[in-house]
């Protein structure tokens, strides 16, 4: 390679790296996230371009269609994807990439076990692991999709479930090994792509709704790690740093996850927690006492202090709009209205940051749980829409909820709680809620945008 252009090619893949650093740097504040993202995507389009002029790269037609189709398939489908749906247009894309970093391992340790070349160990260690991660990865992220999707409404669990996917692990691990080795023929090859993806479903499958959040995190992060193990594989600088860059953020950010529920990792991959079987705990005792939007209405505007505790409820109604034109006609009247955001609430690591800041709501009126649960106790109202486990009591109260321990927002401190609620089954965890039995809540039962509508009309009319 003509040492001008090998020059040229690696600068670019610098700073395609740079960018992508610098565009993740700025996601992790609301007020520069947009901006972020469009430094990262400059920096895709930098690594993207300048792999063309790679020597020896061929299949341009092919290259460059891939890119058109998928690019328009991305540019389509983000336009039409509706916000409640965003969770799960995450997982599939995560699953992608996962996809893509096994298929590059596949087509490596096919071109060893034909004999068309040879590597090192490294090399070929380097190779199986990404395929293994990759794997699991996409597997796992299209399971995790079609569950929240609602393509699969179950959460299939067995006697011994464990068992079989630490075999799974044994299987996988030995033909690994003879991968690694240099020793693999192509049926051995399948079997090992084969049993690694198996590994991803038999993985997610009894894993329930509840802990989605953190597993699309998880699968973020090992879908980062393959890419920059393939990195090593192929030598490309720009996928050695973007995938660290991603397994690391994801590692974090899986970890600060599962601590805002109060639970390891392990216990939510290998437990039974997040779905239907979920509902053990202690009894609650007391009945859920209705209340009329009018009543609600006159309570919040001559109240001092109002927080809103938005769930996944309100982006299936789609009021994030009504909440904050509601919020608008409140601080016209004097109340101080904050919105308090938990970690897990939602179906993703951020889900209603989003929701809010497409409604315009200001960034300086969303606070973090440690930022405000010492402000609950002050509160006149707490308007709880859509919201049920992080704000669930027993995990404060009940040892043997499977909740207990997970820091919750503080609702049931107000002086006066209100929940908007379709009815009164119990959330996506399927744990019975003890805050709507309280003898300061009260339930302002149908849709959330419905109901917020209505409260709009009650203070118009005060």
């Known amino acids: ?113 034909s004999g068309a070349t040879t590597h090192s160990t490294v090399f070929m260690v380097l190779a199986v692991l990404g395929g293994f991660i990759g794997s699991v990865s996409f597997s796992g992220s299209m399971i995790a999709f079609g569950k929240l999707q609602g393509l699969i409404r179950k959460d299939f669990r067995f006697k011994g479930q464990n068992f079989v996917n630490l075999a799974l692990l044994g299987a996988i691990a030995w033909l690994g090994i003879t991968v690694a080795g240099g020793h693999a023929d192509i049926s051995t090859l399948a079997l090992f792509f084969g049993l690694t993806l198996l590994l991803g479903v038999t993985m997610t499958l009894p894993i329930g709704g509840a802990d989605m959040p953190v597993v699309i995190s998880l699968y973020n992060a090992m879908t980062g790690l393959a890419v920059a193990f393939e990195g090593f594989v192929l030598n490309n600088a720009a996928m050695i740093i973007a995938g660290t860059v991603v397994g690391s953020a994801g590692s974090l950010l899986t970890q600060l996850m599962a601590k805002a529920m109060n639970r390891s990792l392990g216990n939510v991959l290998f437990s039974g927690f997040g ?45 994030q709009h009504k909440v904050w034109e509601l919020t608008q006609l409140l601080s016209e009247r004097g109340v101080d209205v904050k919105f308090a955001i938990h970690p897990v609430a939602g179906r993703m690591p951020g889900h209603m940051n989003v929701l809010l800041a497409e409604a315009g709501v200001p960034y300086d009126l969303i606070y973090d749980a440690d930022e405000i649960n010492a402000d609950f106790e002050s509160t006149d109202v707490a308007l709880v829409i859509g919201a049920n486990d992080v704000v669930n009591p027993v995990a404060r109260t009940d040892p043997s909820s499977p909740i207990f321990g997970m820091p919750i927002l503080n609702a049931d401190k107000a002086k006066n709680c209100i929940v908007i609620k379709r009815g009164q089954g119990a959330g996506f965890s399927g744990i019975e809620n003890l805050l709507f039995f309280l003898d300061n809540t009260r339930m302002l039962y149908g849709d959330g945008q419905a109901a917020v509508s209505e409260l709009i009309q009650a203070v118009k009319e005060l």
């Open 1 to 113: 390679m003509d040492d001008t252009l090998s020059l040229a090619i690696q600068a670019s893949y610098y700073i395609a790296a740079f960018l992508f650093i610098m565009g993740l740097k700025r996601m992790s504040s609301p007020v520069t996230a947009a901006s972020g993202i469009k430094w990262a995507g400059v920096g895709m389009v930098v690594a993207t371009a300048i792999t063309f002029a790679y020597p020896g790269m061929h299949n341009f037609m092919l290259m460059t269609t891939a890119i058109f189709v998928g690019g328009l398939l991305a540019w389509w489908t983000g336009k039409k994807v509706a916000m409640t749906d965003m969770p799960q247009m995450i997982a599939l894309y995560n699953g992608m990439g996962g996809g893509s970093a096994a298929a590059i391992s596949g087509v490596e340790l096919l071109a060893v076990s």
């Open 275 to 319: 779905g239907e079987s979920a509902a053990a705990g202690g009894e609650v005792s007391g009945s859920m006492k209705a209340i009329e939007a009018t009543d609600v209405g006159v309570m919040m505007a001559f109240a001092q202090k109002v927080i809103i505790i938005p769930g996944y409820g309100m982006a299936v109604a789609q009021a």
